[in-house]
């Protein structure tokens, strides 16, 4: 649409499991769904802009209850210079600290809870260059051609 490439993704994550907990069978069967949001802008000067959407439902992914929504925005702007051979790319990620993970782990015997506190968020600059950058190396004459055409 223009500048602005939209994208979205829809996931399920879905399993058909019971285990002991503590001599009892407990099903764990809540699947958890996910929805992305990805969205790329290009300015003028060619650059990009990125801003990407992620959440994720509560549920079950093996023997782990994902016990809470985790969700992040990200951002990103990418530059290339000299036909892309250098790029500066500026990236934050988690940009609302939001992605913490907390998870219970259960097992017949043992049930393991994890919270997180630490911060997720974080800014990256990365410069990059490529060496042999060049896109058309080979030059062929077709030399192959007449072999290629006798099979």
């Known amino acids: 649409m223009g500048v602005w490439q939209p994208k979205v993704n829809a996931g399920m994550m879905k399993q058909w499991l019971t285990l002991s ?28 802009l990125n801003v990407d959407a992620q959440f994720m439902t509560r549920g079950w992914d093996n023997n782990t209850w994902m016990s809470n929504t985790p969700w992040y ?13 250098f790029s500066v790319t500026l990236e934050a990620k988690d ?9 219970n782990l259960y097992s017949d015997a043992v049930q393991i809870m994890q ?20 896109r058309d190396r080979y030059r062929g ?11």
């Open 21 to 48: 907990v503590n001599g009892e069978p407990t099903r764990m069967n809540t699947p958890i769904f996910m929805l992305q949001w990805q969205n790329a802008i290009h300015l003028p000067l060619d650059i990009w």
């Open 73 to 85: 925005v990200n951002a990103k702007l990418y530059k290339g210079f000299f036909k892309d051979a």
């Open 95 to 103: 940009l609302f600290d939001s992605a913490k993970r907390d998870f």
């Open 115 to 134: 919270k997180n506190y630490s911060p997720g968020r974080s800014v990256m600059l990365t410069l990059q260059y490529r060496f042999n950058a060049t």
């Open 141 to 151: 004459t077709g030399a192959g051609n007449t072999e290629k055409s006798r099979f």
